[in-house]
């Protein structure tokens, strides 16, 4: 598909799907600290909301696979227009919503305008946006994955303490309507209707399973690492995954193409890059029990050290670009791989004594590295994909970033469980805490073999960097 639209006009579109990410990965996370106050709204237990959580990101994940046909089919414009709309609609009734059921039913609604919102706005900026644009666009559109899940739990708490649990939901709807009127404005047309191929329904079906169970596992997993359904349920996922594959593979126009993860580029970020996300993803979740549950630190000292994190994620956006184009795709990920393990085995020897002039800046440089790497795999992904792949490309790389969160999370729990159980330790003790930091330090190092195929030069195109003749 051909480029039309400006340089200007291809940032303020991903700025625009950017803040539809930011959304949809804000009400992932946001409701953790509001769950008690929802709960007694709804007269139930807490630990009953989670189903509120659960829905969503379920949701997610049975509908991202159909995303690229659905933009396919309908254009661009069309489907997120209508996804904002779902998921705003969907924000309005659960505000609204007076019991857990009508609660749970209004997150399922927002999952599916989740579902098709990010992959459909993100398509759109790949195919028309220039190369040498590319790493600009991408840099917006990650940001929001990195910063809303650790935004999410402070900003709902202190909602639910200064207004109510309510507004956490009612805010989405002027931002919807206003994304939605600047998506009129810059959003183009895209394909458009009678362009798409057949939709492959059994392709859908078994790799919307695959995907929900996989990620039901991982969640399951995390909340109980010694029962042995989850298992069961993880060994099941892998089975019907291998029977998605040979289906993709013999369909004539099946759901996803799969030569896509045979340009090398994006196999390293399939690969590896989703096994970094993961560590990235289980950072914001560990130091905060750690904090709490180690340090003795009350919930706001927490989160405020956590939000260190954030901080190095905005202070190292800047100087993505510089660095990409100075260092090329390689060398970054390298680069940010190695200072993020290096965070991750330091955070395993603090202790309430050190010093706060301490922990806070090495938060900060572990949040720069974790932007640092996170955009960068993002860029590289698409940056020598053929424009024949880019939806089933982007549709893919969706989908692993959802499992990627899941894995983070659930790797993190079961880690802390391992340690606690080899130590002999309480859940209040450090050295639980170090190992498990140790444990996610070595996976992230593991995250880089895939880097060792890499050439100098991949992804020049995209970072502008002229790599140095070996």
């Given at each position: 598909?051909?480029?039309?639209?400006?340089?200007?006009?291809?940032?303020?579109?991903?700025?625009?799907?950017?803040?539809?990410?930011?959304?949809?990965?804000?009400?992932?996370?946001?409701?953790?600290?509001?769950?008690?106050?929802?709960?007694?709204?709804?007269?139930?237990?807490?630990?009953?909301?989670?189903?509120?959580?659960?829905?969503?990101?379920?949701?997610?994940?049975?509908?991202?696979?159909?995303?690229?046909?659905?933009?396919?089919?309908?254009?661009?414009?069309?489907?997120?227009?209508?996804?904002?709309?779902?998921?705003?609609?969907?924000?309005?009734?659960?505000?609204?919503?007076?019991?857990?059921?009508?609660?749970?039913?209004?997150?399922?609604?927002?999952?599916?305008?989740?579902?098709?919102?990010?992959?459909?706005?993100?398509?759109?900026?790949?195919?028309?946006?220039?190369?040498?644009?590319?790493?600009?666009?991408?840099?917006?559109?990650?940001?929001?994955?990195?910063?809303?899940?650790?935004?999410?739990?402070?900003?709902?708490?202190?909602?639910?303490?200064?207004?109510?649990?309510?507004?956490?939901?009612?805010?989405?709807?002027?931002?919807?309507?206003?994304?939605?009127?600047?998506?009129?404005?810059?959003?183009?047309?895209?394909?458009?209707?009678?362009?798409?191929?057949?939709?492959?329904?059994?392709?859908?079906?078994?790799?919307?399973?695959?995907?929900?169970?996989?990620?039901?596992?991982?969640?399951?997993?995390?909340?109980?690492?010694?029962?042995?359904?989850?298992?069961?349920?993880?060994?099941?996922?892998?089975?019907?995954?291998?029977?998605?594959?040979?289906?993709?593979?013999?369909?004539?126009?099946?759901?996803?193409?799969?030569?896509?993860?045979?340009?090398?580029?994006?196999?390293?970020?399939?690969?590896?890059?989703?096994?970094?996300?993961?560590?990235?993803?289980?950072?914001?979740?560990?130091?905060?029990?750690?904090?709490?549950?180690?340090?003795?630190?009350?919930?706001?000292?927490?989160?405020?050290?956590?939000?260190?994190?954030?901080?190095?994620?905005?202070?190292?956006?800047?100087?993505?670009?510089?660095?990409?184009?100075?260092?090329?795709?390689?060398r970054t990920l390298v680069g940010s791989s190695l200072v993020l393990s290096a965070a991750t085995f330091a955070c395993a020897a603090l202790t309430p004594a050190t010093p706060w002039w301490l922990v806070a800046p090495l938060l900060v440089v572990s949040g720069m590295a974790r932007s640092m790497g996170f955009t960068a795999y993002s860029s590289l992904a698409f940056a020598d994909m053929p424009a024949p792949l880019m939806s089933s490309a982007n549709t893919l790389f969706s989908m692993a970033q959802q499992l990627a969160f899941g894995l983070g999370v659930a790797l993190a729990v079961i880690f802390l469980r391992v340690a606690q159980a080899a130590l002999g330790v309480g859940e209040s003790a450090l050295a639980g805490y170090h190992l498990a930091f140790v444990l996610i330090g070595v996976m992230t190092l593991a995250s880089m073999?895939?880097?060792?195929?890499?050439?100098?030069?991949?992804?020049?195109?995209?970072?502008?960097?002229?790599?140095?003749?070996?």
């Amino acid at each position: 598909m051909p480029v039309t639209h400006a340089p200007q006009r291809s940032r303020h579109m991903a700025l625009l799907v950017a803040a539809a990410f930011f959304m949809e990965n804000l009400d992932a996370t946001v409701i953790v600290t509001a769950l008690p106050d929802m709960a007694a709204s709804f007269g139930v237990a807490a630990i009953d909301l989670n189903v509120g959580i659960t829905a969503y990101v379920l949701t997610l994940a049975v509908f991202i696979p159909a995303s690229g046909w659905v933009a396919e089919r309908w254009g661009h414009r069309r489907v997120f227009m209508a996804a904002l709309a779902a998921f705003t609609i969907a924000s309005a009734l659960c505000g609204v919503s007076q019991t857990l059921g009508q609660f749970v039913a209004a997150r399922v609604l927002q999952g599916i305008g989740g579902a098709m919102m990010v992959p459909v706005g993100r398509l759109a900026v790949l195919q028309n946006t220039e190369k040498k644009d590319l790493l600009t666009a991408i840099a917006f559109i990650t940001w929001p994955g990195l910063v809303a899940p650790v935004l999410g739990p402070p900003l709902g708490g202190l909602i639910t303490s200064w207004a109510s649990w309510h507004w956490i939901f009612l805010l989405n709807v002027p931002l919807g309507l206003l994304a939605m009127a600047w998506a009129f404005k810059l959003m183009p047309a895209g394909p458009g209707a009678g362009q798409a191929r057949p939709f492959d329904g059994l392709g859908f079906v078994l790799c919307a399973a695959t995907c929900a169970g996989l990620l039901h596992a991982l969640d399951e997993l995390g909340q109980n690492p010694a029962r042995w359904p989850p298992y069961a349920l993880l060994l099941l996922s892998v089975v019907l995954a291998a029977w998605l594959v040979r289906h993709l593979l013999r369909h004539r126009a099946p759901l996803l193409r799969l030569e896509a993860v045979r340009v090398k580029t994006y196999q390293v970020v399939f690969n590896g890059g989703s096994l970094f996300r993961a560590m990235v993803s289980a950072h914001p979740f560990l130091l905060p029990l750690m904090f709490q549950l180690g340090f003795g630190l009350s919930p706001v000292n927490s989160g405020l050290l956590v939000l260190c994190l954030f901080a190095g994620n905005i202070g190292m956006k800047p100087m993505t670009n510089w660095v990409l184009r100075t260092q090329g795709f390689r060398r970054t990920l390298v680069g940010s791989s190695l200072v993020l393990s290096a965070a991750t085995f330091a955070c395993a020897a603090l202790t309430p004594a050190t010093p706060w002039w301490l922990v806070a800046p090495l938060l900060v440089v572990s949040g720069m590295a974790r932007s640092m790497g996170f955009t960068a795999y993002s860029s590289l992904a698409f940056a020598d994909m053929p424009a024949p792949l880019m939806s089933s490309a982007n549709t893919l790389f969706s989908m692993a970033q959802q499992l990627a969160f899941g894995l983070g999370v659930a790797l993190a729990v079961i880690f802390l469980r391992v340690a606690q159980a080899a130590l002999g330790v309480g859940e209040s003790a450090l050295a639980g805490y170090h190992l498990a930091f140790v444990l996610i330090g070595v996976m992230t190092l593991a995250s880089m073999l895939d880097l060792l195929r890499l050439p100098g030069d991949a992804g020049a195109q995209v970072s502008g960097h002229a790599a140095r003749r070996q």
